[in-house]
T-cell receptor, first 119, second 110 residues
Framework: GAGVSQSPSNKVTEKGKDVELRCDPI?????LYWYRQSLGQGLEFLIY????????KSGLPSDRFSAERTGGSVSTLTIQRTQQEDSAVYLC?????????????????FGDGTRLSIL | GDSVTQMEGPVTLSEEAFLTINCTYTATGYPSLFWYVQYPGEGLQLLLK?????DKGSNKGFEATYRKETTSFHLEKGSVQVSDSAVYFCALRGTYKYIFGTGTRLKVLA
């Protein structure tokens, strides 16, 4: 079946430009996560969406970063006025978390990521 | 807060060698534990998981046992192959957030 799809796979842009990264989660997955993976670093949590609940934005590094999830499915991560330190791989993951119970043994399914390079 | 600590790499082994990648965690409650693998140019894939103490997760010859007494979830494989070369991430899940270790790069030489 279809996995998590991210686009574009690579993005090169000039400093100061805005970028939009897209994530299509697995159909039926209620939870969606964005992470940032910098060279040689682990995964840095950015934001979490679950159903119609307010998203957990606690990981967004600055107000230049924002994300939305329309219709409980596709998500877009937007970075405004990009800086060179924003260069990284941005990973999206989805998971099935039914109802109000946080079923803790459901794994995340990751997309292949978007490699963002800021010149 | 919750955290995951895993051994730093890179780890370089010869084919058929025994592999151990250490992972310890700090968490309130009883998190689920995971190992993810990232092959070059790809996203993360779930390798194995364990949801309660003494559970053993296994997949593709890899194993890890959830040790509550030592708060550890070490990854082992008896005989590595060149195709196992990748970055391995240990992770825990508390309520809904996943906490990842920094990853350990494994390079297996033929």
């Amino acid at each position: 079946g279809a996995g998590v799809s991210q686009s574009p796979s690579n993005k090169v842009t000039e400093k100061g430009k805005d970028v939009e990264l897209r994530c299509d989660p697995i159909s039926g997955h209620t939870a969606l996560y964005w992470y940032r993976q910098s060279l040689g670093q682990g995964l840095e949590f950015l934001i979490y969406f679950q159903g119609n609940s307010a998203p957990d934005k606690s990981g967004l590094p600055s107000d230049r970063f924002s994300a939305e999830r329309t219709g409980g499915s596709v998500s877009t991560l937007t970075i405004q006025r990009t800086q060179q330190e924003d260069s990284a791989v941005y990973l999206c993951a989805s998971s099935y978390l039914p109802g109000q119970s946080y079923s803790s043994n459901q794994p995340q399914h990751f997309g292949d990521g978007t490699r963002l390079s800021i010149l | 807060g919750d955290s995951v600590t895993q051994m730093e790499g890179p780890v370089t082994l010869s084919e058929e060698a025994f592999l151990t990648i250490n992972c310890t965690y700090t968490a309130t409650g009883y998190p689920s534990l995971f190992w993810y693998v990232q092959y070059p140019g790809e996203g993360l894939q779930l390798l194995l998981k364990a949801t309660k103490a003494d559970d053993k997760g296994s997949n593709k010859g890899f194993e890890a046992t959830y040790r509550k007494e030592t708060t550890s979830f070490h990854l082992e494989k008896g005989s590595v192959q060149v195709s196992d070369s990748a970055v391995y991430f240990c992770a825990l899940r508390g309520t809904y957030k996943y906490i990842f270790g920094t990853g350990t790069r494994l390079k297996v030489l033929a």
